[in-house]
């Protein structure tokens, strides 16, 4: 039997991770490399779900690590400390991502395909495109979905041109009316009623790193901050836990509003109230600040921390 070349998204799988490993599967194999299979690296959240289900289609796989020499290709992520267990030991045969190259490194030449899109996504499309393959109706809701998440229906900074074409054209394909299925997808992942506070800040948390300190930024969506902030307390004292038992410098919070593009933070560790009053010139009240017009880790909320931490 044939080695199989496992595809994989960052650690708290969002849309764009699931979609894109699902994709980038199909896309393998229209290219006839039979041997590529999907898997995940955490729970599926509810967005996601969403997707799946209006698919009729199953999760990837859950897989905990990977062993030494197992062939990989990663999609939306490429830093160590947000892949598996075992990255460093695999076979990383090629990348494909929209992030910052950071904590990255092979002992081997590999395909790195990294585009400053929106989305792994259309990075995607422009391959489908490229090789002249044609993008069936599956195809089309997978990656038009994982465009939606993460640029919150275009409207987050990170936003391109490319991203736009891709999404218009997809739509065609997967005859949806992008704006009424966005949404709804969208809001699929603001229900967090019935997650524990500690599930919450993990749904979407990246670890990073910067000069030995470490810090996390997780994120949640919702359309209503006041009624996420019900759960302060809960969440402060998870947050809390988290800081001691991996020792972190700062967590970040950042609740946001998708439909107003606003971002509330909660921020806590010894780094909290310099780091965010350098990087937003905003002093935490309460242990929170209101960051207007903030959306997107990437661009708007990391950078600016790790300029400042
Ligand atoms: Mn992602
Ligand atoms: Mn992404």
């Known amino acids: 039997m044939e080695e199989k070349v496992l595809i994989f998204g960052h650690k708290n799988p969002d849309t764009d991770s699931i979609c894109s490993s699902l994709v980038k599967e199909i896309l393998d194999k ?35 690590k990977v062993e030494e020499g197992t062939k990989v290709k990663l999609v939306d992520h490429n830093e160590f400390n947000q892949s598996v267990e075992g990255i460093e030991k695999a076979k990383i045969l090629s990348v494909t991502d929209h992030h910052r190259i950071a904590n990255f490194a092979t002992s081997e030449p590999l395909y790195y395909m990294a585009k400053p899109y929106g989305c792994t996504s259309t990075i995607l499309f422009e391959e489908f495109k490229k090789a002249g393959l044609k993008i069936d109706k599956t195809e089309a809701v997978l990656m038009l979905s994982a465009i939606i998440s993460d640029t919150l229906l275009l409207k987050s900074p990170t936003t391109t041109d490319c991203d736009k074409k891709a999404l218009e054209e997809l739509a065609k394909i997967a005859e949806i009316d992008v704006n009424t299925y966005g949404l709804e997808m969208l809001k699929a992942g ?16 990246k670890n990073l790193e910067k000069d030995g300190k470490k810090f996390v930024i997780a994120q949640v969506n919702t359309v209503d901050i006041n009624d996420a902030l019900k759960r302060q307390n809960e969440l402060e004292s998870a947050i809390n836990k988290e800081i001691e038992k991996n020792d972190l410098d700062l967590f970040v919070l950042a609740i946001t509003d998708i439909l107003n593009s606003n971002s509330e933070i909660i921020a806590l560790g010894s780094k909290a109230k310099e780091t965010i009053s350098k990087a937003f010139g905003k002093e935490l009240n309460d242990n929170r600040a209101f960051l207007e017009g903030v959306v997107s880790r990437k661009k708007q909320i990391l950078p600016n921390i790790d300029a400042n931490i």
Do not use: M
């Open 30 to 64: 229209k290219n006839g490399c039979n041997c590529s299979k999907a898997v995940r690296l955490g729970k599926v959240n509810k967005e996601t779900q969403y997707v799946l289900d209006y698919l009729k289609i199953e999760a990837p796989e859950l897989i905990e």
């Open 190 to 205: 603001t229900d967090l009623n019935e997650f524990s506070a500690e599930e919450l800040i993990n749904l979407d948390a």
